[in-house]
Structure formats: C-alpha cells, structure tokens
C-alpha cells in the first residue's frame, strides 16, 4: 500500500513537470524576440567612423537588448531604396540618417513619419533654429542629431585694436554691434597697429571661400542665398566687399585652410570651416577663441550642415527606433561623437558638457553662433553633380566684381540666370533662408 501511494506521488510530480515543462515551453514559443532593427545612414560612412558607430550600437544593445544593423549608404541609394520601399508598401529600414537637404525632400513626398506623435526628449534642449527647421511640410520630420559649420576665429590679440563702440562681449555674445561694417573697421584697425593685413579668408581653389559668399555674405546682406543675387541688397553687398578686400591679407588666394596662417599669425581674425581651423584651437587652446561670425542688415547668415534622424512612414519597429534616436542625442553621446568624430552636438546640454579645452572652444563658439537672436539659417543646396557649377558661379562674381572691376549689375544679372537654370535642371528646391 505504501508502494503504491508513492508511487502515486511520483507520478503527481512527473505530471506537474509536464506541466510546467509545456507552459514554459509554450510561453517561449509566444514570447516575442528582442527587435532588431536597421538603421541606413549616409553619415558617419568612413570606416573609423563605422567602427565608432558599431562601438556606440554595442552599448545601447546592452543596455536595451535591441539589435541594429547600421547600413552606410549614399545619397542617391537612400533615396532610390526609400523610394522603392515607400511605393511597395513594405518598409524595411527603421531608421534613417540623413542632411536636412534629404529630409526635406523625403518629408515633401509623404515619406516620413510625424515624430510629434513620439512626445518630447527629455534632459536635452534644441536651439530654435534646428527646432525649427526640424518642422517641415507640416511635422515633426526629424530630430536634430549632428552638425558642423563654418565660423570666425580670433587671437586674440586682436581685442587689443577693438574699433570705438564694440566691444570682446559684443563679439563673443553676437550682439547687433558685431556687424560686417563693424569687422571691416576692426580689421582697418588691427592692420594699422600691426603694420600687415590680419584678417584672412580661404579663398585658394581648394578652400571653402564659396561658402562664405553664398551662405555668409549673402543671406547676411539679402536674406537669401539665390533668389536675391541681383538684388540692390546683393549690390549693396558687392559694394561692401569691394571696400573689404583691400584690408584682407592677399596670400589668401593661396590659403587652402586657415589654421596654419593663424599659428603663424599672418592673420589674427579668420574664416574657415571649424575642421580646418581645429589644429590651431588644439595647438595653442589659450591663445585662440571661436565666435559668432558677423550680421548684416537681414540677419546673421551662416551654413549650418545639419544631419538630422527620421523614421520612415510605415517603419517597422518605431518604438525601438525612437529608443535609439533617444539614445543618440544623449548628451553624453552627443560629446562621444564630438571627441570620437568631430561632428557637433544638436543639443545646449551635450555643449555643456564637453570638457575644458579645444574642442569646448570650439562647441561654445558654435553653439553661440546657432544660438544667436538674428540667425540665419543657410543650408547647401542639394544639387549633385551640378553643385559644382553652383559654387563656381560665386567665385566667378567675387572674381569679375571685386578683382577683375567689373559692372556689378551686369555681372549678377548674368550669373543670376544661370544660377536659376542650374535649379530649373535638376529640380532642386531652392535652398533656405529663400523660402
């Protein structure tokens, strides 16, 4: 009898095992796997830049247990894949990287997700001007992640030649004092103390002189990059110029890149994009400060490249996309990427916490220039394989008016219609502050 009732027992055991066993089993079998998700992105495709991004990917993996297949693309395979995927109505890509160029083409065609419905980011602040421009076609189409720009440095030395009525805060805080009329007599200034010609742009065949005039100088003084060329604003504007070179050093038709004049100070205020002036900032940090570039009578005009994160309509796993769209434009991320690859941080909270030395000289200046009251926001025109045609067309003018004497009205007259042709051909929205 006792046999029997433990045998009894025993098989009551056996039976509750099978139970479990086929609950947990029929649990797991229902239990939906970690998403994994793809990012496609056309920034950060170098190969140092892929490997910083599979190290970054690693941590919010372990922290989330979500999956991302990072894919590098170009331009043109973006648009051509998310173009596909959008009219067959099976989406792949769950996240997507991209310059606001791409965006807002993409928002234009009804191919991006309104992020609005996501809530806000919590911990981190946008500067207006990338809220702003985040905002297109009607939504909330990306969510700023990266930028880089072109900015003003100064030794200086150069606060000691100040014209009467500025002042370093002025400079420093953007104020409506630091004008162009305002630079012009600080360099008049400098250059008399010194006894050389200070101030320095890069305007060499392989510098970035062509950014200043069409996304500096020009939306400065007409509000836009194109539509106004041969505005009276824009002749205004030649005028200006005309009366600014003679106190621009003149190896600046030789200069590529502006950090090495500046170590050597054969200038003392310079222009460039903030890569190409970093060694200086890095080499002697205490010698050098980054600031706002000047106003003009329309605003502040400067190029902002700006590389935003979208979910595309109809996404697969958009929850999981927005986790890691949250991850990315962390503050501490944000600083990881500056050290790690040199794009800027989208947020004033990962600004602040860059640690001290060159590259907080170089956040803070950007940052201040983002920030200012006046901004201007320019943004290079997405136009392919004709872009070249569109820069070279702003060298020629500075060429024909402020070296060559040329008619002004004549010359922009003529550049301006094949300005508008370039835009006709390829289809290009004409780019901000036009609009």
């Known amino acids: 009898m006792r046999a029997r009732g433990v045998s009894k027992v025993v098989l009551a055991v056996v039976i509750i095992g099978i139970i479990v066993v086929a609950a947990v089993a029929g649990y797991l079998l229902f239990l939906?796997?970690?998403?994994?998700?793809?990012?496609?992105?056309?920034?950060?495709?170098?190969?140092?830049?892929?490997?910083?991004?599979?190290?970054?990917?690693?941590?919010?993996?372990?922290?989330?247990?979500?999956?991302?297949?990072?894919?590098?693309?170009?331009?043109?395979?973006?648009?051509?894949?998310?173009?596909?995927?959008?009219?067959?109505?099976?989406?792949?890509?769950?996240?997507?990287?991209?310059?606001?160029?791409?965006?807002?083409?993409?928002?234009?065609?009804?191919?991006?997700?309104?992020?609005?419905?996501?809530?806000?980011?919590?911990?981190?602040?946008?500067?207006?001007?990338?809220?702003?421009?985040?905002?297109?076609?009607?939504?909330?189409?990306?969510?700023?992640?990266?930028?880089?720009?072109?900015?003003?440095?100064?030794?200086?030395?150069?606060?000691?030649?100040?014209?009467?009525?500025?002042?370093?805060?002025?400079?420093?805080?953007?104020?409506?004092?630091?004008?162009?009329?305002?630079?012009?007599?600080?360099?008049?200034?400098?250059?008399?103390?010194?006894?050389?010609?200070?101030?320095?742009?890069?305007?060499?065949?392989?510098?970035?002189?062509?950014?200043?005039?069409?996304?500096?100088?020009?939306?400065?003084?007409?509000?836009?990059?194109?539509?106004?060329?041969?505005?009276?604003?824009?002749?205004?504007?030649?005028?200006?110029?005309?009366?600014?070179?003679?106190?621009?050093?003149?190896?600046?038709?030789?200069?590529?890149?502006?950090?090495?004049p500046l170590l050597k100070e054969e200038v003392l205020i310079a222009w460039d994009h903030t890569a190409r002036i970093k060694d200086a900032i890095t080499t002697k940090p205490d010698q050098f400060e980054v600031v706002p570039v000047p106003r003009g009578p329309k605003g502040r005009g400067f190029i902002l490249v700006v590389a935003g994160l979208a979910i595309p309509k109809g996404a697969p796993n958009q929850e999981a996309a927005w986790k890691l769209i949250e991850f990315l434009t962390r503050p501490e991320t944000q600083v990881k990427i500056l050290q790690n690859v040199g794009f800027f941080p989208s947020t004033n909270e990962a600004v602040g916490a860059v640690p001290a030395g060159a590259l907080k000289i170089l956040a803070s200046g950007v940052n201040r220039q983002v920030g200012s009251r006046d901004a201007l926001l320019a943004m290079i025109p997405s136009l392919g394989p004709k872009g070249g045609e569109f820069t070279k067309t702003y060298r020629d003018a500075f060429d024909r008016i402020v070296k060559g004497g040329e008619d002004p009205k004549a010359v922009v007259d003529e550049l301006h219609a094949k300005l508008m042709k370039l835009f006709k051909e390829t289809g290009a929205p004409l780019p901000p502050p036009d609009s």
């Not at 993996?61 to 991302?68: F, K, L, R, S």
């Not at 606001?100 to 609005?116: N, R, V």
């Not at 106004?228 to 110029?241: H, I, P, R, T, V």
């Open 32 to 260: 939906k796997p970690p998403p994994k998700i793809v990012w496609a992105s056309t920034q950060l495709n170098p190969p140092k830049e892929r490997a910083y991004v599979e190290e970054l990917l690693k941590e919010f993996t372990a922290e989330t247990g979500i999956e991302v297949e990072f894919v590098p693309m170009k331009y043109e395979e973006l648009v051509d894949k998310l173009e596909a995927e959008q009219k067959a109505g099976k989406v792949t890509m769950s996240l997507i990287g991209d310059l606001h160029g791409g965006l807002d083409l993409f928002a234009s065609k009804g191919y991006l997700e309104d992020l609005s419905k996501f809530g806000a980011l919590p911990g981190r602040t946008f500067p207006k001007v990338l809220e702003d421009y985040s905002r297109i076609h009607g939504i909330k189409a990306y969510v700023p992640w990266m930028t880089a720009t072109y900015v003003m440095v100064v030794n200086k030395k150069a606060y000691n030649y100040l014209p009467p009525g500025l002042t370093k805060e002025d400079i420093q805080t953007a104020s409506e004092k630091w004008s162009y009329e305002a630079l012009l007599e600080w360099a008049k200034k400098v250059n008399e103390a010194t006894g050389g010609k200070k101030l320095g742009f890069p305007i060499a065949p392989k510098g970035l002189w062509h950014r200043f005039l069409h996304g500096y100088i020009y939306p400065s003084y007409t509000g836009a990059q194109v539509k106004n060329f041969n505005s009276a604003d824009a002749l205004e504007m030649w005028d200006y110029l005309k009366r600014l070179w003679p106190e621009v050093n003149p190896a600046s038709t030789t200069w590529d890149a502006m950090a090495e």
